[in-house]
């Protein structure tokens, strides 16, 4: 069922211009009555009913990059920075621009980017972050909202995307695991949904099923919210002595440098009692100590092939997924001397 700006209104008990307000990010509403049509909004699955024709008008060159996390956490986490490096060079000396559109919403998301597009602040977006059966992309697709998607989609899901070789990636890491002496290699994967967990752990259960090793699902383990170092460093401290396990493979350098800490603090020798492989091989991973045997993914090249995909779709030409591939850099964190 479609709802319109008047049902919003009817939900949240205001009116039909202060609605148009909030959606337009007015500062002359309150707190209390943005929450209540925010809240209206997200009950009713609303979305602004802008016709095509408007939308691509006055045709913009602003490329918006959407980010569903905190100002904080986008700082903070290195792949974004080189990802937009590349993304940046791919850009310059061109007409078009960077433009970033962030919400820690996903839902908020969908108004936050189509509202840039009407206003012609941008004319097209590279979405991080896709869950499976992502509500954004339908709605994307209804208002022929040009877009590229940083994630492969499930096999039920059509969209272009660039990415690089998770499932071979989580293959390698796993496999090098087991090469030096580990059997139970716990798995601290992304958040569940997300298309880079389900492909890195496609390859690790591949990885089990060529050594023969026996796949115990207490070894999985997804973090709830960011890949960041704290939930790292949290969930390999809950896990000793707990769960038994001789080896580490972390779906994130970032995640990777709190689960050494964790090691380290808790008096295990990182490497010889228990090594540890990240991915994304971002600079932290040459710099923590030990330093990090990790996954090595073209971030910067992802970033560049977004970009100029995206250019390619808002210009009308032909434009193909991209999947770059991936390596190991072997470093001290699965050493076993010393």
Not at 73 to 96: H, N, V, W
Not at 204 to 232: C, E, P, R, T, W
Not at 251 to 260: P, R
Request: glycine share 8%; proline share 3%.
């Amino acid at each position: 069922m479609n709802f319109s700006i008047k049902d919003v209104a009817r939900t949240a008990g205001v009116s039909v211009a202060t609605v148009s307000r909030v959606l337009n990010n007015s500062d002359k509403v309150t707190e209390e009555t943005r929450w209540k049509v925010l809240r209206a909004v997200e009950t009713l699955g609303y979305v602004p009913n802008y016709s095509a024709k408007s939308l691509r008008t006055n045709f913009s060159r602003g490329i918006g990059l959407v980010i569903s996390h905190d100002v904080d956490y986008f700082i903070t986490f290195p792949y974004f920075s080189e990802f937009i490096r590349g993304m940046g060079q791919t850009l310059s000396g061109t007409d078009y621009h960077l433009v970033m559109v962030m919400s820690t919403d996903s839902r908020d998301d969908i108004s936050s980017h189509l509202r840039a597009f009407e206003r012609k602040v941008v004319g097209g977006v590279v979405l991080f972050d896709v869950m499976d059966n992502d509500k954004r992309i339908p709605v994307l697709k209804k208002y022929k909202v040009p877009f590229v998607v940083v994630g492969r989609p499930s096999l039920d899901e059509d969209y272009l995307y660039v990415d690089s070789d998770n499932v071979k990636g989580g293959m390698i890491a796993t496999e090098h695991l087991f090469k030096i002496g580990c059997k139970r290699v716990l798995f601290i994967n992304g958040p569940k949904g997300h298309s880079a967990s389900r492909y890195r752990l496609n390859g690790y259960l591949k990885a089990h099923k060529k050594f023969g090793v026996q796949v115990d699902k207490k070894l999985i383990i997804y973090v709830k919210s960011d890949s960041d170092m704290k939930n790292g460093y949290e969930i390999v401290k809950s896990s000793i002595g707990q769960i038994k396990f001789d080896g580490i493979f972390v779906s994130g350098d970032f995640m990777a440098t709190g689960a050494i800490k964790a090691l380290k603090d808790s008096g295990i020798r990182v490497g010889r009692d228990i090594p540890v492989v990240g991915f994304d091989d971002v600079p932290i991973a040459s710099m923590v100590s030990p330093t990090l045997t990790t996954v090595k993914q073209p971030i910067k090249d992802i970033g560049k092939a977004a970009a100029s995909t995206l250019v390619d779709v808002m210009n009308g030409r032909n434009a193909t997924s991209k999947v770059f591939d991936v390596s190991l850099v072997i470093r001290q964190s699965t050493s076993r001397e010393g």
